[in-house]
């Protein structure tokens, strides 16, 4: 399915959209999703936040924050341009839903944490998220982890502290672009390379999923610096997503498997311009003009 403003050549078909209301927790398919300049709208618009210190909770240490991914957030009405979020509704790994608008929310996650902390949709100037690296050869830059690391977890892996909102034009709870894509060519690569290991989408969070046909994987590598019309939106792909511990970790219905990220370090390491080289898959963008995206609508060039 097209539309009157798809571009003549197609690179893409988007197949699934999705939003996380909350960081951290699974989110939401939805049909249309609004981008904007700060990215698609309602996406990270809450976060779980550190009571003490300020920490914004990421399962990218999954020994502190983990169970926020057996929580499902949903928005309660639809997000709007150029206004607050709208409160969410929180659902427990024990089926308990809670809104943000009403009592006990703060008083759960805390529970839920050990320790004590506020859903928040504040994001703070200078605020950090903590990142474990996983003893996996390739991973990332080995003087990136020793520059940031703070501790140690459990199992003797580097924890490092690292500022939110690192490319993105103001300050939010993202953790570094504004919008994530990943073709389901890169999954089924992934996937031929590792058939015991399940390479699903919900591990890598995309906003947009995209169907590239026959074509070979880890193709959005070869888009950046591109810029896409998708629906009547148009992006600018920036660079290739680096993938981390998060994507291997237990959810409903995957299983905790790090093979997954050793593959994507085995396959396909990329050198990203004053950053180093990385494992990656994905792609990340930049929202250039604003638009909204449909399920059926195509990327492809200006």
């Not at 906003?207 to 992006?235: K, S």
């Amino acid at each position: 399915m097209t539309t009157a403003a798809s571009p003549a050549t197609t690179l893409a078909t988007i197949t699934a959209l999705h939003r996380f209301p909350v960081k951290s927790m699974q989110g939401e398919r939805v049909d249309a999703l609004a981008l904007l300049p700060g990215g698609a709208l309602g996406d990270r618009a809450y976060a779980v936040v550190d009571a003490e210190d300020g920490t914004v909770a990421s399962a990218k240490y999954p020994r502190k924050w983990g169970a926020l991914l057996g929580c499902h957030a949903a928005f309660v009405a639809d997000p709007e341009p150029d206004a607050g979020p709208p409160p969410v509704a929180v659902t427990f790994p024990d089926g308990r839903t809670l809104r943000s608008d009403g009592p006990g929310l703060d008083a759960a996650l805390s529970d839920l944490l050990g320790r004590a902390v506020v859903l928040s949709a504040d994001p703070a100037a200078g605020a950090e998220f903590e990142e474990q690296w996983p003893r996996i050869d390739g991973l990332a830059p080995q003087a990136f982890i020793d520059d940031t690391t703070v501790e140690h977890s459990e199992e003797g892996e580097p924890v490092s502290r690292i500022g939110t909102a690192g490319l993105t034009p103001t300050d939010s709870f993202l953790d570094l672009g504004v919008l994530h894509l990943i073709t389901g060519s890169t999954l089924g690569a992934l996937a031929e390379a590792a058939p015991g290991s399940v390479f699903d989408a919900r591990r890598y969070r995309p906003n947009l999923l995209l169907d590239t046909g026959e074509g070979p994987g880890f193709v959005e590598d070869g888009w950046v610096g591109e810029t896409l019309d998708a629906g009547d939106a148009r992006i600018t792909v920036t660079m290739p997503t680096m993938r981390c511990v998060m994507t291997t970790l237990a959810q409903e219905g995957l299983a905790e498997d790090r093979d997954t990220l050793r593959t994507i370090a085995r396959l396909n390491r990329r050198s990203i311009p004053g950053m180093g080289t990385w494992a990656c898959a994905g792609a990340y963008a930049d929202v250039v003009r604003a638009g909204t995206v449909r399920v059926g609508d195509v990327l492809g060039p200006v």
